[in-house]
């Protein structure tokens, strides 16, 4: 073992590896840094260039950028409250309230220390574990993966604010978005509204962007505010070196968020896209004091960043020793082992253990260099976050919506985000939180999936009571929804996410919510008693019958705290009056408006015209740019999407009416 | 002024760049786009890429070819992509893997004729079953074990279905588990004890399922799926070695060739599945001209040295070729299927669920 890990260590450091693993850590940076790319992206783009070299040379590139994504993917969550990708999705709870108080330096010098420590704490424990994993590995079955997810849910009594109910309401609806498509048990389409894009489900990436982005820069654009609320000179208590000191004082949440990582990595199929929201709310339910989560609390940003990069190399030994892919990235990187010749098996434990080694060491050297290099740039990166909001918020926007674009390449893309981004600012208003949301849309399909599969694979129930994990993951369940019903009759020692402002108009939107979601969970029941296959319409069923009563109940409070508010008020029209003051409702709708113009536009003219046209007219109109200002703007914007989209990924823009 | 002349000028250069058509038989200095069904970096993505990295230096002038991936329809958006585009300039070839069931039994979602496209070219990606031993000690103990559990993608999956009909004509009693994501998601099952049997691609079994667990004794090769060449006729398939076909495990172990209506159905649909993994086609309106050109450049570029090396790498040994003209006739047989076909294939969907 000794031997192999030096030999590994002797070849990542042998010309030309040391420079393929700079290459790709480097280009890693950058594609991680741009929302919607991410390290699939990555490697699909540097694995042709791979074909023919060395297999040493050739992993040290692939690797280089694999393990770096996860780093640089901070930086949108941190500045714009947009997860760079699946893996920083949790990051932006507390990450982006942290920028908004001026102390996005220090969120970042947290972020990337735990990054690295958690890189390279991953990679060594997995070395370390390498004769036993496979047993770990085999011991989880499909029932222990459906109570993993069940689990998992769990945490929206964690992500739910000071309101479960709207909390568990949000998850149901998230649940039920998943269930959207074919149904993978019996391929049969559900609620899929006669269209082509509805029928392999929603993607998540253009829901998260949405989301989160959308209601950000919209408030940005209409206060006309930098990111950050605090102004620069005020901004003293944020500096990276204080980012770097939390991640001392918070050593053993590190230490427990990596291991968290690296063993829910190793799994396949659920590693990295809820590996950070697991230790997000390990954190949070390990801390005594969590009235600070939610609200910019530095431990938010450790967790998941330390568990994220540690979950690379959690996946990366089942898929080079057993052939078992953790994740999409893992899978790529096993084509990539078998196109050079190599057979993922024992051999990768034996006769190639060197190999092996350095495909770790490179994950090791890659998180610490990347850590270096963002460390370098963060002075620079986070002043971003005190420009004013028009010089940043279409450059934003381009971003975003070519992120949602990479999803699938359809306006289905587009429509998604914007309705998303709409919901996301109305339930901002209304107080709802938007984080179970994402949780149960990154579980459902994992549960349906795994609880269609038990259920056919286990007779009877037995599986309950005798499977010992799955028993113990049942007791964490129980322990879990206890705490958490404890704290409903505490809600002070619960944290507050992100809402809105109090009061009348909040409630007046937190109605108009409950009735949204009753009347769609009302409709689809009805629609998934027409399933003709029971196993087609068993999950929603499921869902939605816990959904009703949960949004009824909630309807029930709201109406009674709206009726309260607008008695207060002295009347609907006054109500109504103050509700729209209080969401700024013409500028948000003129912010939608220009967002709705780039989408219809693009249908006649093409992404490549109507974006540049739309940046164009809003620096103009709204940011009262000079004219070569705003056209300079624009060009950049043409020029991003033309060089970066079509050129260097070569996206499919959409075919328009004018230009084909 | 200026500024409007400005934008006037980039409106002009895009719409003149996207739309300009190709006049010659040499494409140099043109630009491919191929299009696959699948997110990037799965295999169908992967295998494309691969293909398409050869392909642009077997076509006159060496254009560019660039790869773009339209996923979603469960595979049928890229087909309607096609299917939509008017005044092609034979500058987009839509490359993927193509489900027969789906256009079979007429798949909600896809609008596409595929008869009405002209076929550049297409590989086929043949199968096999294999089984766990702890239960089925050796192959031919395979009808008499009850109750093995059959690990499955979705009911209308080639794969669940090739291997739900082998073993219904061997008269296995069997439990369908259905709704795995993918061959590795089944095999992960199997490793685990959770599925018994799995039909699966060869090259999944030669790279995944044979290093580990046939060699040490834990899974045991059944049977590989046989390939129908273009007389109906059931022809070997040199990369399935040793691994006998169906139809020589069945008269092993049944002692007669197999025959019935199941196994009708099974010859019927065996081309049909198989034969056309990842096909080529162009828009429906494309020039004649163009098309030979390209489906003769496929050829060369499955007849290529480099690619061939490279093919091994990938799946083990090389993918079979099916000429334009077998995969043409291939696809009108699947697009005019006779009403029995699609009646029990939609019955058979309908019971694997």
């Known amino acids: ?660 | 002024m200026r500024n409007s002349i400005i934008i006037m000028l980039i409106i002009g250069s895009l719409s003149g760049g996207q739309g300009c058509t190709r006049e010659s038989e040499d494409f140099a200095g043109n630009t491919i786009s191929v299009y696959v069904g699948r997110p990037p970096g799965s295999g169908a993505d992967l295998a494309v890429r691969a293909f398409v990295r050869h392909w642009q230096k077997h076509i006159p002038g060496r254009p560019t070819m660039v790869v773009k991936n339209v996923p979603g329809g469960g595979g049928s958006r890229v087909w309607n992509l096609a299917w939509d585009k008017s005044n092609s300039n034979d500058l987009e070839i839509f490359f993927s893997p193509v489900s027969a069931t789906a256009v079979i039994v007429r798949q909600e979602g896809l609008r596409a004729d595929l008869s009405k496209m002209p076929l550049i070219g297409s590989l086929m990606s043949p199968n096999m079953t294999f089984a766990r031993t702890d239960r089925l000690k050796r192959a031919e103990d395979l009808p008499d074990v009850k109750g093995l559990q059959f690990g499955g993608q979705a009911p209308a999956h080639r794969f669940s279905i090739l291997g739900r009909l082998t073993l219904d004509i061997l008269g296995v009693e069997y439990r369908h588990v259905t709704g795995f994501r993918g061959a590795s998601d089944v095999f992960n099952a199997m490793r685990r004890g959770e599925v018994e049997i799995q039909t699966a691609p060869l090259n999944f079994y030669r790279f995944t399922v044979e290093p580990g667990l046939v060699q040490s004794g834990e899974v045991i090769p059944l049977w590989y799926n046989p390939v129908v060449d273009e007389n109906g006729e059931i022809v070997p398939l040199d990369a399935a070695g040793e691994i006998p076909s169906f139809v020589d495990y069945y008269e092993a172990k049944i002692g007669k060739p197999p025959s019935g209506e199941l196994f009708e159905m099974l010859l019927w649909l065996l081309p049909k599945l198989n034969g056309i993994t990842y096909a080529a086609f162009l828009p429906p309106d494309s020039k004649g001209q163009t098309l030979e050109i390209l489906r003769d450049s496929f050829i060369r570029v499955t007849e290529d040295e480099e690619y061939r090396a490279e093919e091994v790498k990938m799946f083990g040994f090389n993918l079979p070729v099916v000429s334009p003209g077998h995969g043409t006739r291939i696809i009108e047989d699947m697009t005019n299927a006779p009403e029995h076909v699609k009646t029990f294939l939609n019955q058979y969907i309908q019971q694997g669920r």
Not at chain 1, 612 to 629: D, H, I, L
């Open chain 1, 1 to 660: 073992m000794i031997d192999g890990m030096l030999a590994g260590l002797a070849l990542v450091f042998t010309w030309p590896t040391i420079a393929y693993l700079l290459l790709g850590v480097f280009i890693g940076m950058w594609i991680g840094a741009v929302p919607g790319l991410g390290g699939v992206v990555g490697l699909v783009l540097l694995l042709p260039f791979t074909y023919g070299m060395d297999p040493v040379p050739a992993f040290a590139l692939l690797m280089g950028l694999y393990a770096v994504t996860s780093s640089s993917d901070t930086i949108a969550a941190i500045l714009l409250g947009i997860p760079g990708s699946v893996a920083s999705q949790a990051t932006i709870l507390d990450g982006y309230p942290l920028a908004k108080k001026g102390q996005a330096a220090r969120a970042f010098g947290a972020a990337y220390t735990v990054s690295a420590v958690g890189g390279v704490f991953g990679a060594v424990l997995m070395a370390a574990s390498l004769p036993f994993i496979l047993p770990v590995i085999f011991a989880f079955g499909l029932p222990e993966f459906l109570m993993l997810g069940l689990l998992g849910l769990t945490m929206v009594g964690v992500l739910s604010g000071g309101s479960i109910g709207k909390g568990l309401t949000v998850a149901a609806f998230g649940l039920l978005l998943t269930t959207i498509g074919y149904a993978e048990a019996t391929g049969v389409p559900r609620f899929h509204l006669g269209t082509e894009y509805l029928l392999d489900g929603i993607p998540l990436v253009p829901i998260v962007l949405g989301l989160f982005g959308i209601p950000e820069l919209l408030e940005m654009a209409v206060k006309d505010t930098s990111i950050s609320r605090v102004r620069l000179s005020d901004a003293r208590d944020g500096d990276m070196l204080r980012g770097v000191r939390d991640v001392v004082t918070h050593r053993w949440l590190t230490l427990r968020s990596s291991l968290i990582g690296t063993y829910v990595g190793i799994l396949p199929g659920l590693g990295g896209s809820i590996v950070d929201w697991i230790a997000y709310g390990h954190a949070v339910q390990s801390a005594r004091d969590k009235s600070k989560f939610g609200k910019g609390d530095i431990r938010g940003v450790i967790a998941p960043e330390a568990a994220n990069n540690s979950s690379r190399a959690g996946a990366l030994i089942p898929t080079v020793a057993f052939g078992i892919p953790g994740s999409p990235g893992a899978a790529i990187l096993l084509s990539a082992l078998v196109i050079m010749g190599l057979q993922p098996g024992p051999d990768m434990l034996s006769v190639n253990l060197d190999l092996t080694f350095s495909m770790i060491w490179e994950i090791v050297f890659a998180n610490i260099l990347v850590a270096a290099l963002l460390m370098l740039l963060t002075r620079r990166i986070s002043k971003i976050a005190f420009l004013p909001a028009h010089s940043i918020v279409p450059g934003v926007v381009v971003v975003l919506l070519m992120g949602a674009w990479v999803a699938s390449s359809s306006m289905g893309d587009w429509w998604t985000c914007l309705a998303m981004g709409v919901l996301g600012y109305a339930m901002k208003q209304g107080g709802w939180p938007r984080p179970p949301l994402v949780l149960a849309l990154v579980l459902g399909t994992l549960i349906e999936y795994n609880f269609q599969l038990t259920m056919q694979s286990y007779e009877g129930l037995s599986w309950l009571y005798q499977r010992p994990i799955v028993v113990c993951i049942e007791i964490a369940i129980v322990v879990t929804i206890f705490l958490a019903a404890r704290g409903i009759t505490r809600p002070k020692s619960l944290p507050v996410s992100d809402s809105g402002d109090a009061g009348p108009a909040m409630s007046l939107m937190s109605v108009g919510l409950a009735v949204m979601f009753l009347a769609l969970f009302m409709w689809a029941y009805m629609d998934a008693r027409t399933f003709e296959d029971p196993e087609t319409a068993r999950f929603p069923l499921i869902v939605l019958t816990a959904a009703i009563p949960l949004a009824m109940f909630v309807f029930v409070q709201d109406v009674r705290a709206c009726r309260r508010g607008v008695s207060a008020l002295g009347g609907l029209g006054r109500t109504l009056k103050f509700a729209s003051k209080s969401w700024d409702l013409p500028a948000s709708l003129n912010f939608v408006a220009y967002l709705l113009a780039i989408i219809l536009l693009t249908y006649v003219v093409g992404q490549l015209v109507a974006v540049p046209v739309v940046v164009a007219a809003y620096t103009r109109r709204w940011g009262k740019f000079s004219w070569s200002a705003s056209i300079a703007y624009a060009t950049i914007s043409f020029l991003v999407i033309w060089i970066l989209y079509t050129r260097i990924m070569n996206l499919h823009l959409y075919p328009s009416l004018l230009f084909g």
